[in-house]
């Protein structure tokens, strides 16, 4: 069953093609929680398989990023901070969560949203409390550009040189097993590195909670 809806999603993601990866990661920067990591690697395995291309998968993904992310900071920048506690339940979307990407703004700036682009949780928070605390726009899109395509080429690189090389790990579980198993310690590293990735948010919260 599980490899019936990989296989699925995989599809999905190279039927929507480059505007699927796009809508998909603007979505993923707004109050949407879609994980970046079920969109690009799925796009760049395709990517090594010529189906797709990588610069345009990474293309696609980072501007979805970016264009999500101005999103979020021009509504936020517009209302404030009342009507994100309000409603923000209804996507949700936490008020300590809220407090942590606020804090991280406050603290850190400029770059505390691009390091926040980096970290599970927050990653699609952080445009909202830089729209509530007005931060510049240029230097907002300059951090979260950056923070984005850094990102999002880690994950194309990852769905490419890791996952693409294993074209028939769709084909049958047996397969996909098989490919699991042959680069398992670059499953273990990437498990690894977000794992710590979530220490540095928990730190955060109960830091400055």
């Known amino acids: 069953m599980l ?31 879609i994980p970046s990591e079920l969109i690009l690697p799925p796009a760049a395995y395709w990517a090594a398989q010529g189906k797709m291309n990588f610069w345009g998968v990474w293309a696609a993904g980072t501007l979805g990023s970016y264009i999500g992310s101005i999103t979020s900071y021009a509504i936020c920048y517009w209302l404030g901070d009342k009507w994100l506690i309000r409603y923000g339940k209804y996507f949700l979307i936490k008020e300590n969560k809220i407090k942590v990407a606020e ?4 603290k850190h700036g400029a770059m505390g949203v691009f390091i926040a682009r980096l970290l599970p949780v927050v990653r699609h928070l952080i445009s909202m409390p830089a729209g509530i605390f007005r931060m510049k726009f240029s230097i907002f899109s300059i951090v979260t550009l950056t923070g984005a395509g850094f990102w999002c080429y880690i994950l ?4 490419e040189k890791v996952i693409g090389k294993h074209p028939e790990l769709l084909n ?38």
């Open 3 to 33: 490899h019936s809806l990989i296989t699925t999603w995989f599809s999905l993601v190279h039927d929507w093609g480059y505007f699927g990866v796009f809508f998909l990661m603007a979505l993923e920067s707004t109050v949407v929680p």
């Open 103 to 106: 804090i991280i703004v406050q």
């Open 156 to 159: 194309s690189v990852w769905g």
């Open 172 to 209: 049958s579980p047996k397969e996909m097993m098989h490919a699991v198993r042959s680069e398992m310690i670059w499953f273990i590293l990437a498990v690894g590195g977000l794992a710590a990735l979530y220490l540095v948010v928990i730190w955060f919260k109960r830091r400055f909670s």
